[in-house]
């Protein structure tokens, strides 16, 4: 049972380009979430899912975009990547109707 | 709107003494509030939660909060604290959302030292 998974853990980007982080779980949990992680902001959610082939917008979603094809997986894409999206981007899950969330390791990205 | 202000940024303590971690939180309704743990390169760890019921709730790691609503607060506190306790901490409160998803709100975390 490995919980939540994410890859990659490290990246690094240009200006402009494109990339897709993967979220995965085997808890068999209904919702999925995407965070960001900046220094002295704590946490702010991006975007979350309530189940499969559904999505919602968090508190900063401009600029990311994402998709919740199996329940297993979640799926965070940058289509023209800005430095200001230089973070520390986290995924987590719970099962539906509770309120614990279980976090991923975490995958850092910067963006040049 | 929610919020969760934690007014420490960086707390240092000597091994053995005690701690306690400050948060004042602010939402309409009864909140339920969460207390995580990051070590460094680490993702998220839950150290405990309220819901309802009892105020002083404990946790792993020899940790516990206090509930206090007429205070909005849910400080963290441990009598004795370990090297290994030296990390960030994050406060935070779930509230209602559409599609019944908990959406969490962070404060902006406390980095705790502990000396030796």
């Known amino acids: 049972n490995a919980g939540v998974t994410q890859t990659p853990k490290f990246r690094v980007l240009k200006t402009g380009q494109s990339m897709t982080l993967l979220c995965a779980q085997d808890?068999?949990?209904?919702?999925m979430y995407w965070y960001r992680q900046d220094p002295g902001m704590g946490l702010r959610l991006i975007h979350y899912s309530v189940g499969e082939g559904t999505t919602a917008k968090g508190e900063v979603p401009d600029g990311y975009n994402v998709s919740r094809l199996k329940k297993q997986n979640f799926l965070l894409g940058l289509e023209s990547a800005a430095p200001s999206q230089t973070s520390v981007y986290f995924c987590a899950s719970s099962q539906e109707y509770q309120e614990t969330q279980y976090f991923g390791p975490g995958t850092r990205l910067l963006v040049l | 709107a929610q919020s969760v202000t934690q007014p420490d940024i960086h707390i240092t303590v000597s091994e053995g003494a005690s701690l306690e971690l400050r948060c004042n939180y602010s939402y309409g309704a009864t909140p339920y509030l969460f207390w995580y743990v990051q070590s460094p390169g680490q993702g998220l760890q839950l150290l405990l939660k309220?819901?309802?019921?009892?105020?002083l709730v404990q946790g792993i790691k020899g940790f516990e909060a206090e509930f206090k609503r007429s205070q909005s607060s849910f400080n963290l506190r441990k009598p004795s604290v370990h090297w290994s306790d030296a990390a960030e901490y994050f406060c935070?409160?779930?509230?209602?959302?559409?599609?019944?998803?908990?959406?969490?709100?962070f404060g902006s975390g406390t980095q705790l030292t502990v000396l030796p």
């Open positions: 935070a409160v779930g509230a209602w959302s559409s599609g019944s998803a908990r959406q969490l709100t």
């Open positions: 309220y819901f309802s019921g009892d105020t």
């Open positions: 808890m068999n949990h209904e919702y």
